[in-house]
């Protein structure tokens, strides 16, 4: 046999080990990288639980991580843009959010404010509607929004009597003069660093069916991609909401996220309602139907148009199995 045949045989066998080689790569699973489950944070009293636990150490971040946003706008930005696979938002913010095209799911409510949102203007306006044709500012498409739409309905006035100004809440103190505002809507911790400003509070989520709900939405590949992160988050959770209303276990980064005093902040729980695990099961499973109920309204009274699609039906967005598996 040729040297040239030889080394034609060599060639070809060269080859095929090398095509042998490539196809057991294809064939061998790729290593799959587990992100932590990111749930954006936002500067909100009911979301400090959270805070509590990872410094606690009870929270993994290679499993979970917190992600801190000033402003309820940019976490419905993020959970919407998949930045973050969860966020506390409102009943009525996730409702805009899945009109938007978004598939969250509700996992758990994290409190029930009941004045610890409120409508507030300068001190000459001593009720509602002195608010027609005054210079209102407020975040858009929020649980603000819906909360000024409430006070200004039940004055007889709509959206249109004020001039909107939209904001974000951690600009007021600095704008609200520079902006000419006759009033604003905030949500605590904001409303305690306006205080200089001497406004008067003329509605608030303590009014006859204007509270507000908070929830855990999550995005629905999440719960199946971060199932355990999420369990261990709203075990979390339920561990520490009621140890924010001892002084004592509250840290002064807490404080400093939220830039007032101990006592300040427990004012604010004040106008929080917890609610623990056995009702949460209630309230997700229908077994409760408040919160359905209330679902079902909020999709009639939002401030936009964000219900011309079919009507959403709470059993379709809550989902208590991830309460069930806690004890």
């Not at 090398?18 to 500067?43: K, N």
């Not at 509590?52 to 991580?65: D, K």
């Not at 905030?186 to 660093?193: A, D, T």
């Not at 009274?301 to 991830?322: K, Y």
Request: overall charge negative; hydrophobic content about 45%; some cysteine.
């Amino acid at each position: 046999m040729s040297q040239r045949h030889y080394k034609t045989l060599g060639t070809i066998a060269t080859v095929t080990l090398v095509l042998c080689l490539w196809a057991s790569a294809l064939l061998m699973p790729t290593p799959i990288q587990h992100e932590p489950l990111r749930v954006a944070v936002g500067m909100w009293p009911g979301a400090e639980p959270w805070i509590l636990a990872r410094e606690a150490g009870e929270i993994n971040p290679s499993r979970v991580n917190l992600v801190e946003m000033n402003w309820t706008s940019a976490a419905m930005r993020a959970v919407g843009n998949g930045v973050v696979d969860a966020a506390v938002l409102s009943l009525d913010e996730v409702i805009r959010q899945i009109h938007q095209g978004y598939p969250l799911k509700i996992v758990m409510v994290t409190d029930i404010s009941r004045g610890a949102d409120l409508l507030m203007a300068n001190p000459t306006l001593t009720s509602i509607q002195d608010l027609k044709g005054r210079r209102i500012g407020y975040e858009p498409r929020t649980s603000g929004a819906w909360l000024l739409s409430k006070a200004l309905k039940n004055a007889t006035l709509k959206l249109a009597d004020v001039q909107q100004v939209p904001l974000n809440p951690g600009e007021v103190e600095e704008i609200y003069e520079e902006l000419n505002l006759d009033g604003v809507v905030l949500s605590e911790p904001w409303r305690q660093r306006l205080n200089g400003l001497n406004l008067k509070n003329l509605y608030d989520s303590s009014s006859p069916n204007s509270f507000i709900v908070r929830v855990l939405a999550v995005h629905s590949d999440a719960i199946t991609d971060h199932r355990e992160a999420l369990i261990s988050i709203l075990r979390a959770h339920f561990k520490w909401m009621p140890k924010l209303q001892h002084e004592e276990v509250i840290s002064g980064s807490i404080l400093r996220r939220e830039g007032i005093s101990n006592e300040v902040f427990q004012n604010i729980l004040s106008h929080l309602e917890m609610v623990n695990l056995e009702r949460n099961q209630a309230l997700l499973s229908q077994r409760e139907p408040w919160l359905g109920k209330l679902f079902q309204d909020l999709q009639i009274d939002l401030v936009e148009d964000t219900t011309s699609g079919a009507p959403l039906n709470p059993s379709d967005v809550f989902d208590a199995e991830l309460l069930e598996e806690l004890p």
